[in-house]
């Protein structure tokens, strides 16, 4: 975690949500992040908003994963199953995220997609 300790100081510093579309430009435009720590951010972005993410038709492998994460028949809630799909990529792609980083992350991306 030492070594991603200023992009997790950075997603959990945003505190305006009153104005979510600025998560990400907020956060991407730290002063504490170096230049490689940028690009890691946007990679880490591209999984917790990416469109495939945040779509609604998922794959039969995509909907046994979310039915096993969520523990009821994916497609029932197609919010609930982006949101859970979103947690679990970000997990199993960054396992050093804290929880509130991963919830700020799909915080924000949740709102990129209202």
Same mark, same amino acid.
């Given at each position: 975690? *030492?070594?991603? &300790?200023?992009?997790?100081?950075?997603? #959990?510093?945003?505190?305006?949500?009153?104005?979510? !579309?600025?998560?990400?430009?907020?956060?991407?435009? &730290? +002063?504490?992040?170096?230049? =490689?720590?940028?690009? *890691?951010?946007?990679?880490? !972005?591209?999984? /917790? /908003? %990416?469109?495939?993410?945040?779509?609604?038709?998922?794959?039969?492998?995509?909907?046994? *994963?979310?039915? *096993?994460?969520? %523990?009821? /028949?994916?497609? #029932?809630? +197609? !919010?609930?199953?982006?949101?859970? $799909?979103?947690?679990?990529?970000?997990? =199993? &792609? $960054?396992?050093?995220? +804290?929880?509130?980083?991963?919830? #700020?992350?799909?915080? %924000?991306?949740? $709102? #990129?997609?209202?």
């Amino acid at each position: 975690m *030492e070594k991603h &300790s200023n992009i997790v100081s950075a997603i #959990q510093s945003f505190t305006r949500w009153e104005r979510p !579309w600025e998560f990400f430009p907020s956060i991407s435009a &730290s +002063p504490i992040l170096s230049t =490689a720590e940028r690009a *890691e951010l946007e990679k880490i !972005w591209e999984v /917790a /908003a %990416g469109q495939d993410t945040w779509v609604s038709v998922f794959s039969s492998a995509e909907r046994a *994963e979310l039915e *096993e994460i969520r %523990g009821v /028949a994916a497609g #029932q809630d +197609p !919010w609930a199953d982006s949101i859970a $799909y979103a947690t679990a990529r970000l997990s =199993a &792609s $960054y396992p050093w995220l +804290p929880a509130s980083a991963l919830h #700020q992350l799909i915080n %924000g991306a949740a $709102y #990129q997609w209202r």
